[in-house]
């Protein structure tokens, strides 16, 4: 199952609803759970925090939409062509945001380019993490900004796990049952204004805060192969980073069991991997230049388009369509 947030134009102005996205239409889950005698909220966090009992209903709110093949359903919309809506990012404020480093090829990558002096013992140890902003999420062709103090803005190819259960000391072979699926994840970074913030031994701060992208959609992991799934960046139409997220120090589920030591993890929590390898501009020594549009491309999940702004422009939400005539 594909999760996502989209936007659509109505008679009344724009609304911002969840859906499950099927083959050219995104299904609108609350409408679609009316039409079948389900309850199902408009809210994608409302949703995920639900749990099995909401994928459930939710897998039965596709069935009956599909055995009919209708947009409507008792004078409402339920489906929607994917040129009706502009999807969101799925989450547009995340509980939490929490971005790992735990493939070593990106790592030894990052020490030979400079970034780093050396790879620390403890790497090998522990899963350490650095918290995101959750204030600026930007999902797919949204406009990100530019920040006016950088000349070396960098992409980063990632990918999240979507926390959808609480839990408290969760051990590794109980993770996936609080892990309700993966989506892509751009860890924009402002890498001389980085590099600065780390040589004092904290951040990363307002190198990263300024902005990062999550979408298309929460990919359910009976969607997403995650180890061996093909990921790719693509800047203006040129593949930069191609790979897979392949072997990580730590796994998804260790990540868990060690973050959930003596904090409650939430649903909307998401934990990045980190880059993959190869999979950010530092590493090649290529750069963004304004302007430019940042792809991330996920077998699974989908595509994450991006445009960068001008320096210090500012972001640029994408809007949704016009509202379309029907006859």
């Known amino acids: 199952m594909r999760l996502v947030t989209f936007r659509r ?21 609350a409408a679609a759970g009316e039409a079948s005698g389900t309850d199902l909220p408009y809210d994608l966090l409302t949703f995920i925090a639900g749990g099995p009992a909401a994928i459930d209903a939710a897998g039965a709110a596709v069935e009956f939409a599909a055995d009919r093949g209708a947009e409507d359903y008792d004078g409402q919309r339920i489906r ?20 790992y480093m735990v493939v070593e090829e990106h790592l030894r990558n990052c020490v030979a380019k400079g970034m780093l002096p050396s790879i620390p013992e403890e790497w090998f140890n522990i899963p350490a993490y650095y918290k995101g902003n959750v204030d600026e999420i930007y999902g797919p062709d949204d406009v990100v900004p530019w920040p006016s103090y950088t000349d070396k803005l960098d992409y980063e190819l990632e990918v999240c796990a979507v926390i959808g259960a609480p839990g408290r000391n969760i051990s590794a072979a109980q993770a996936p049952d609080h892990i309700v699926g993966y ?98 501009g530092v590493e090649l020594d290529r750069w963004l230049t304004p302007g430019c549009t940042v792809e991330l491309d996920a077998e699974g999940i989908g595509v994450l388009r991006n445009t960068v702004s001008e320096k210090g422009a500012g972001p640029r939400r994408a809007e949704a369509p016009e509202l379309a005539q029907r006859s």
Request: aromatic share 8%; charged share 25%; proline share 4%.
């Open 9 to 29: 134009r109505t008679e009344e102005g724009v609304e911002q609803r969840a859906g499950i996205q099927l083959d050219g239409f995104v299904l609108d889950l």
């Open 80 to 99: 929607f062509d994917d040129g009706e809506i502009q999807l969101c990012a799925p989450l547009p404020r995340p509980n939490s945001l929490r971005d």
């Open 183 to 280: 989506t892509l994840y751009n860890d924009w970074s402002a890498r001389d204004i980085q590099k600065r913030e780390m040589s004092i031994g904290i951040g990363a701060g307002v190198s990263k805060d300024f902005g990062s992208s999550i979408g298309p959609c929460i990919a359910t992991p009976d969607e997403f192969v995650r180890d061996t799934a093909a990921l790719q960046a693509r800047i203006d139409g040129e593949v930069w980073s191609d790979g897979q997220l392949g072997q990580m120090r730590f796994s998804f589920e260790e990540i868990v069991e060690w973050t959930s030591r003596e904090q409650t993890m939430q649903p909307g929590d998401l934990l990045g991997s980190g880059t993959i390898g190869r999979g950010c």
